[in-house]
Each structure stands twice: as C-alpha cells, then as structure tokens.
C-alpha cells in the first residue's frame, strides 16, 4: 500500500508499520492538542502524560521492579561507554568481557577513567560467548561489563555470566527481544535505534542502590544521581524519539509482550540458520552455540558472489543486507520490528540464489 | 484544516506548518526508498544525500566560510557547556558574560574545569545586555563567552562583544532570526529545539583553525577533532533530528533567507513591544535597548491576572503563553515558525484583555 521494502539495516532499522501510522496520524495534531509532539514544550502536562506512560508501559514490557530507575538519556551507547566507568568506579577498576567490537569500544574508553581487566576476549574471530566456567572475576571489581549482542558478528549472550559483581549489560541490540530478569543486572542500557524506535535517545535501566555519587568534576549531564533527580530533564530531553519509544512499547504489550516477540524471533530466525545449515553454500559466521536471533551472519563463496546477492536481494525488495564494513559478508538484522513475511522472502530468494549459483 | 493552536512555547516550540506537511508526506517512503527517513541506516547512501545536503543548506542559510566546521551533537546545549572548556582551555582560563539563566549555567559548569571569570553579570534582574564600554577582558582568557539571547529574561544582544580572543556564542534561541556575520565568531552553537527543529541536536559550528586538540581523557563524544574526523558520526547521529533541520534550512531558503525573516521578526515583535510601550497595563522586562526579537517577556498588575491572561490565551487558540517557572509573568515566544497571523491575534486579544481588565 505505501510501497515499503524490507529493510534488513542494523539499525537504525525498519520500524513497524503500525507504529509509523500512529505517527503519521497525530502528526500535525496529537490528539486534540492542536500541535504535533515534536512542537509540545517538554514541561508542558501533555507531553509529560506521553513521557509517564512511556516509563509505565516500559515496567510492564520488561516487569522492571520498582527499585530501578528509567532514565532517558542521549548521546547513544557511546556516551555511556564513558559515563559508566564515571560513575561506577569507586575502587577504579572493572571487568570487561569482549565479544565484539562494541565491547571493546566499551572498555576502551572504560580505560581513560580507571582499570580495565578484560577478562575474556573472544577476538579474533569473535565467533562465540565465553561459558561460565570460562570467567574468572577480580574480587575488587566494581562492575562487570558485557555486550548482550554482538549486531556486527551475530553473537549473543544465552547464559549470562553469573557473578556477585554489578552486572551491567549494553543491550542495544538485543533489548525487548527475548524476556529477561532485569534483577540479574546492575544496569541495563540500549541505544534504542534497533529494536525500540528511533537514533538519538538510548534507554539507562540502573538498581537504584547502585546510585551513589560519581566522580568529581565530570559533565552534568553524565551524573545519573543528577539525572535521576531531574527525572531526565537537565535539560530539554529528545521529547519525539521518547515518544516514539512510547509507541515501541505500547505496540509490543499490542503483541503479547516480549514473550510473544521471543516466539517469533526464534522462528524467524530458524528459518535462517536452518537454511544456512543444509550445506556449505552460506556459512554462518557465530558458533551455533553462539548465534543471534537478532543479527544473522554468513559468507558466499566469495566477495563478488556475496556483492549480487545483495544487488540481487535489492532489485527483490529487501536492503541493507551487506555486512558491516569492517567484517564484510551478509548480514540479516530481524529485530522485532521485522515481520515473518519478510523473513520467508529472504528465505525464499536464498534458495533460488542458491539454485542458480552453486 | 489541521485544526492547530498558535503555540508560543519557548522550546521546543512551533515548527513551519510546510515543514510537517513533508514529513507527512514522506514518513512512510521517503521519496521512493521504501522506507521512512527514520528507518534508514545513517551510513547509507539515501541517508548521506540527506545529511550532507542538510550541511550544504546550512552553509547558505548563514553563509557559514568554508574556514568553519559544521557538527551536529547530541545533548543539547547543556553538553556544549562543558565541551567548550574541555576543548577550549589551553590556559585554563576564560571570561564569561553573565545575562541570564543560561550563561549563567555554563559559567557553572565550565569552572569544573578551569577558570572562569565572570566579567559582567547583568543579574539580579536579567532585563538588559552590557554595552561594549562595560567589558574589559582577561589578556589570557582562551575565549569569550556569551549567550545571544536570553530565553526566559527577554534579552538579546545586538551588537556583540568586540574582543580579540575568540567569541562563543549561545544561539540556542535566536540562530537564523536575523543576520550575523559567522566570522564575527570563534564558536557558534545552538540546541535546535527552538528555530531549527526538534529537540535532541545541538548545531556546532567552529572555525577550524581552533579545532587544536583538548584535555586528556574526557569522553570522545565530547572531542571536537574526534567528531570533525568522524564527520559527526563517532556513533549513530540523531538521524531524524538532522532531516528536520534540513527541512528547516530549505524552508528559510524558501522564504528568502534569513534577510527576509528578519525583517518579519522585526515586524512581529514590534506589534508587541508598540503595545506594551502604550501604558503600565503591560510591563516589559526587558530595556528597550536590550529586548529580544524571540522571547517578549512581560507582567501585568499581579499574578493573579497573569493566570487569568494565560487561561484565557489558551481559551482563544494561543498556548504556552506563561512566564518561566523561574520568573514568572507572560513569555511570549515568537520563533521564525510562528506566522505574523499568529502574533496579530495575540495582539487582538491582549487589545481586548486590556479592555476588559484596566
């Protein structure tokens, strides 16, 4: 009807249409206001009935406990990479568990605030999770630290590691799809672009006892005592990308819940791995142990093959399925807002591109 | 047609109802791609065309030297605050002109991290700007910092100061209102919620000459070299934020450029200011010297009628006519989106409430 394809990006990354037409509705008037949400004054009482709700039907999605603080926050996951080590470091060292690129960023600029232990390191191919009994922990930790989802080598975290240490996950890539116990974690976080709405605006979820002070003279807005205290309001928030998170949030409870949504990524992506797995024509790039239900990675025989499958996918309908620059290959990001049919046509068109090449 | 108030917030605020109709029209398939500007990937091509078109039309808007940087931030202005310092001191010392809430604040914040001296402070009362005969400058100061118009006092400058270090400018409320000349500046920054936008993007604009390193370990979001390196993608951009700001530039592109808006500026402030000149019923706060073209700012007889003014305003179609929580009285805030059909029917009613009220 709109003449839309599907848009395998990693994010920022297709949204659901059901969503796009709740915009698109209250556009020039949100119900009644006479204005659209991206003119309404982020102090006035109808945008903080959007920005409430938005932390209400948040708990429900995810049965945040009510000893969690919600903060909105912008700057990506990138600004937290440097806002976690400013906040947590009390004994000024941490434990970082690198599976990929985003993780290693992470500890990183960890390292400009205090020690980093890295105390696994999936690289170089960063084809796998480390198991439990792979982790050994520094007993004077503050926090430790890991990637929930690997989006650039489609591996994810199935048994989280299990330590009395704050665990503090970046989920960007991950979040709202599968359920989780919130309870496991220290802190939560999302850059909200991949499964939760649009850039500009990552999700901070943080036991509040683990909220105490920061060190001295770092910017205000990297404070989150400060933030908390503001309600996320230091200053003017990102008031349309938190609405569209509303609207995420509301379409998943229109689902079922996250547990529905995790039904369904799992099919969608058996579909995927299942054809992957009938012979060596696609080869995965995660250990099966270790595979995304988000990010699906593989190679073709070779570079010029791997470039007309995705000018061939394109000309299809479907786009973005080049690999990210640094890894090269395919790459089928399905998050949430993917539907099943666009799956089975990329399904569908994998096995006709293997008919006609192999 | 819509059905739409006037809305006088002081941001985020009004947009150009031109501007919402593009959108509109292209939020479910951006000019054939299938996809909504929101969806895309920020490195793809379509996106690109946006972003760096979105540069190009800025450069005209402001006639922006090839010898400057265009960058666009997450976090507001607030973040500018301390990235400035961090970038800026080389001796740890700068002088900062004191006009209201907002320079006031980044004063603040700037001390975690140096020097600063205040070398005018127009408070307590914030109704006008220094004159150039009231400035002396620190011989060793890195910069020079004021902010151009003051929100929520009503103030703005119109004849900056001339000093011979670099000048940094707060234009969060008044960029492309009326005519500067960007090399009058060092640094020139906006939150782009008010004249240019939506809320969550900061327009930096520096000339590149003092793009020369900054403090050790700070997080490198904060990094002006980083970001000119990264082309303002260190990490994803807040990709929705800078198409609006793209529509906002070919909107005053279309209107006939920021000459052309000035002039209307002009002619909608002064139908406010002539009335409130007429007698007391309406007080203006700000000198007549010093009154801004943006924020007319004003009392009535008590607080009392302030409420009465605001209930009825908003009865009649005008929203967001209240005072900041922290001064109180009547802001109206008078923004390029808002038509001079707007400002004539406040006028008629503050005409009318007078009438009815002396």
Same mark, same amino acid.
């Given at each position: 009807?709109?003449?839309?394809?599907?848009?395998?990006?990693?994010?920022?990354?297709?949204?659901?249409?059901?969503?796009?037409?709740?915009?698109?509705?209250?556009?020039?008037?949100?119900?009644?206001?006479?204005?659209?949400?991206?003119?309404?004054?982020?102090?006035?009482?109808?945008?903080?009935?959007?920005?409430?709700?938005?932390?209400?039907?948040?708990?429900?999605?995810?049965?945040?406990?009510?000893?969690?603080?919600i903060l909105f926050i912008q700057g990506g996951a990138t600004e937290q990479f440097a806002a976690i080590p400013l906040n947590f470091f009390k004994n000024n060292k941490a434990d970082y568990i690198v599976t990929g690129a985003f993780s290693k960023k @992470?500890?990183?600029?960890?390292?400009?605030?205090?020690? &980093?232990?890295?105390?696994? +390191?999936? =690289?170089?191919? *960063?084809?796998?999770?480390?198991?439990?009994?792979?982790?050994?922990?520094?007993?004077d930790a503050d926090y430790v630290y890991i990637c929930a989802n690997n989006t650039i080598y489609g591996t994810e975290w199935h048994e989280y590691?299990?330590?009395?240490?704050?665990?503090? @996950?970046?989920?960007?890539?991950?979040?709202?799809?599968? &359920?989780?116990?919130?309870? +496991?974690? =220290?802190?939560? *976080?999302a850059g909200v672009q991949k499964n939760l709405g649009i850039a500009g605006l990552a999700l901070v979820i943080i036991r509040k006892d683990l909220i105490d002070g920061h060190k001295e003279n770092i910017p205000q807005l990297f404070e989150y005592d400060n933030q908390v205290k503001n309600d996320s309001m230091i200053n003017t928030p990102p008031t349309f990308a938190i609405y569209v998170l509303g609207l995420m949030a509301k379409w998943i409870l229109s689902k079922g819940g996250v547990k529905e949504l995790e039904e369904v990524n799992k099919k969608k992506a058996k579909l995927l791995y299942d054809l992957i797995d009938e012979d060596d024509f696609y080869k995965g790039h995660a250990r099966k142990d270790s595979r995304s239900l988000m990010n699906v990675t593989f190679n073709l025989a070779n570079e010029e093959l791997e470039a007309k499958f995705v000018k061939e996918a394109k000309a299809a309908g479907m786009e973005n399925l080049k690999g990210h620059r640094s890894v090269g290959g395919i790459r089928a990001s399905i998050y949430n807002a993917m539907p099943m049919e666009g799956v089975e046509k990329l399904v569908a068109f994998m096995k006709e591109f293997k008919e006609n090449n192999k």
């Open positions: 009807m709109y003449d839309r394809i599907y848009n395998f990006a990693a994010g920022p990354s297709q949204l659901p249409l059901e969503v796009l037409e709740e915009i698109h509705k209250d556009l020039f008037n949100y119900k009644g206001t006479g204005m659209s949400v991206m003119e309404m004054s982020h102090r006035s009482k109808m945008y903080l009935e959007i920005f409430n709700e938005t932390k209400e039907n948040l708990r429900k999605v995810m049965d945040i406990p009510e000893d969690y603080e @992470a500890a990183k600029e960890a390292a400009k605030f205090g020690e &980093v232990n890295v105390i696994y +390191d999936a =690289g170089p191919d *960063y084809d796998h999770i480390p198991t439990n009994d792979q982790l050994k922990f520094n007993d590691p299990k330590c009395d240490k704050p665990l503090i @996950a970046d989920m960007s890539s991950d979040i709202c799809s599968h &359920v989780i116990n919130v309870r +496991d974690f =220290g802190m939560i *976080y």
